[in-house]
């Protein structure tokens, strides 16, 4: 067995360089044809911008020869002779002077090459050149099916649904979900696993991403399904997150509506984060009591939730005194932000 593991190794490593020569020897072939065509339009534009040299070559000895006929035009001593030709030679100044205003020192070809190589997909496709680990290669799953009607986008999340084909007889191990940066950029993976359903969250608001998916199984991974478009919401929607909120903090309406009885400082947030962008927020106070004075303001989700808002660089607050004034409060020495503000408010507030 150790010799024909041996001899085997040998054998399968032989295949494995003539493969990838072989590939090589492809890729020098088409880099080869990519160059004739560089070649090509650099000769193109040589040849156009030489013809142009050529062509004002030719005005300019006529302009010159003209300007020396004018010379000796202008040395005639008899009147009667100048003005026999002079008509005929100020129209053949004009025209001359029209054919070099018609653009004929405007260069007919840019510089710039018009050529560009998109090698992506195929740097793609070297990262996922690997072995199939069985002798008798099954077939990939089929391609899975994005269900438009259980596809939506909530605030800054996306839930996306897919399905394997009705006819499908290879089974799928899992499924890989993918989704652009919501501006056209590449995509990046966002889910790997065996459900087909997925809702992603922390998405910018008031932006479209792309999203795909694929299926795998042991032999390989399947094509892409179809492009799915996803506009996410230009304003934000939500309430108040119990989750995240004091003990002390009682909730209504919905989690609209947050009271507090404490004497103590309280703090709840909301169930929407943000990372970017300009937001807007409307609160009502509708009973203050003399307690702690309420405030509001952006946090980061670790914030103290039994301090003062803005006591400590996650948060920064504005709130109101016993004589109903506005403060602006804020810990941090540099004036910074906190990364990915949320608006919180003391008693009650939002996130």
């Known amino acids: ?7 085997n190794s040998v054998e399968f490593e032989a295949c494995l360089v003539a493969q990838c020569d072989a590939l090589i020897d492809a890729l020098n072939r088409r880099k080869a044809q990519l160059l004739a065509r560089v070649n090509k339009e650099h000769e193109h534009k040589l040849k156009v911008v030489r013809d142009q040299i050529s062509h004002c070559t030719v005005k300019l000895r006529q302009t010159t020869g003209l300007m020396e006929y004018c010379l000796e035009v202008i040395k005639e001593n008899d009147p009667s002779g100048f003005l026999q030709i002079s ?5 053949r ?43 008798a290669s099954s077939p990939v799953p089929a391609t899975p099916i994005l269900q438009l009607e259980e596809c939506c986008t909530h605030n800054n999340s996306a839930t996306l649904s897919w399905k394997q084909p009705p006819l499908s007889t290879v089974p799928a191990e899992g499924y890989i979900l993918e989704l652009d940066d919501g ?12 459900e087909t359903m997925c809702t992603v969250d922390g998405l910018h608001f008031n932006s479209t991403y792309n999203a795909r998916i694929k299926a795998f199984n ?11 478009v ?7 929607w939500f309430a108040f997150d119990p989750g995240s909120a004091h003990a002390d903090i009682i909730f209504s309406n919905d989690n609209l509506t947050v009271t507090c009885s404490s004497y103590d400082d309280r703090v709840v947030l909301g169930k929407t984060g943000f990372s970017k962008g300009v937001h807007y927020w409307e609160l009502t106070v509708d009973r203050y009591d003399n307690h702690p004075d309420p405030a509001f303001g952006v946090a980061r989700m670790d914030v103290m939730k039994d301090v003062m808002l803005g006591k400590d660089d996650k948060a920064w607050a504005m709130y109101v005194d016993n004589h109903r004034s506005w403060f602006m409060h804020n810990n941090s020495h540099t004036n910074r932000y906190p990364a990915a503000p949320r608006l919180s408010l003391l008693h009650v507030g939002f996130w």
Do not use: C
């Not at 008509?87 to 129209?91: G, K, M, T, W």
């Not at 501006?183 to 065996?194: A, L």
């Not at 042991?218 to 799915?228: A, E, I, R």
């Open 87 to 91: 008509d005929a030679l100020i129209r």
């Open 183 to 194: 501006n056209g950029g590449q995509f990046r993976e966002v889910y790997v696993g065996k």
């Open 1 to 7: 067995m150790v010799q024909q593991i041996q001899e």
């Open 230 to 236: 996803l506009q996410t919401s230009e304003v934000a």
């Open 93 to 135: 100044v004009h025209l001359t002077e029209d054919q070099w205003g018609k653009g004929t020192l405007t260069p007919r070809m840019t510089t710039d090459f018009d050529l560009s190589l998109d090698n992506s997909p195929l740097l793609q496709s070297i990262h996922q050149l690997d072995f199939v680990q069985m002798k």
């Open 218 to 228: 042991k032999t390989g991974v399947s094509q892409y399904s179809k492009t799915l």
